[in-house]
């Protein structure tokens, strides 16, 4: 079946640090891929997706490049603020129309300290 | 903004008992899912829902669960007698028909089974 990979449980950059939050992924169709962002007590946000290969998701100074030949999403921010602490899953969900389940990573929790 | 809403935002029931959770999917939404997350870990997809019908169920969706869309606006989860290991937060979400399935998901129902 489907799997996404987060290696990194927690990371702990300083405000201003530059961030990389790796992912990678293993399924055997042609994935829509996606970060979703968790605050303490809501649901999953999407926070950017990409459809297909070599398309860059943007949102709010973040960005993560499609990149099928080594099957990774990677999340990368030039510079950290306090307020983007939150849980980011790494997930996928197949590109057809209509239904189809989002899996999920185990998620990375970034806490960025002042 | 539209959003997908649930209730109750806390269960607490006792093992061997029947809870119904009820979310209320955005109005012009097509598709319906839900998922749990127990405390800590990943999201995992329990069931997705379509026409009237079950579109797909992971493994965790045994015969105790089952799903219900009773009127045109609700859309139920009921556990027809818990166990400790259901002790979790549930989320409902939803989708329109797209090309790259953005789900929308609600705020949760954190269920504690004693």
């Known amino acids: 079946g489907d799997s996404v990979v987060q290696t990194e449980g927690q990371v702990l950059p300083s405000e201003g640090d530059s961030l990389i939050v790796n992912c990678s992924y293993e399924t055997t169709q042609y994935p829509s891929l996606f970060w979703y962002v968790q605050y303490p007590g809501e649901g999953p946000q999407l926070h950017l997706k990409?459809?297909?290969?070599?398309d860059k998701g943007r949102n709010k100074g973040f960005e993560a490049m499609y990149r099928k030949e080594t099957t990774s999403f990677h999340l990368e921010k030039d510079s950290v603020q306090e307020s983007d602490s939150a849980v980011y899953f790494c997930?996928?969900?197949?590109?057809?129309?209509?239904?189809?389940?989002?899996?999920f990573g185990t998620g990375t929790k970034l806490q960025v300290i002042p | 903004e539209p959003e997908v809403t649930q209730t109750p935002s806390h269960q607490v029931t006792q093992m061997g008992q029947e809870v119904i959770l009820r979310c209320v999917p955005i109005?012009?939404?097509?598709?319906f899912y839900w998922y749990r997350q127990i405390l800590g870990q990943k999201v995992e997809f329990l069931v997705s829902?379509?026409?009237?019908?079950?579109?797909?169920k992971s493994e965790i969706f045994d015969d105790q669960f089952s799903v219900e869309r009773p009127d045109g606006s609700n859309f139920t989860l009921k556990i027809r007698s818990t166990k400790l290991e259901d002790s979790a937060m549930y989320f409902c979400a939803s989708n329109r028909r797209s090309s790259y399935n953005e789900q929308f998901f609600g705020p949760g129902t954190r269920l504690t089974v004693l």
């Open positions: 829902f379509y026409n009237n019908e079950i579109s797909e």
């Open positions: 109005s012009n939404h097509l598709y």
């Open positions: 990409a459809m297909k290969a070599n």
């Open positions: 997930a996928l969900s197949g590109s057809g129309g209509g239904y189809q389940k989002v899996t």
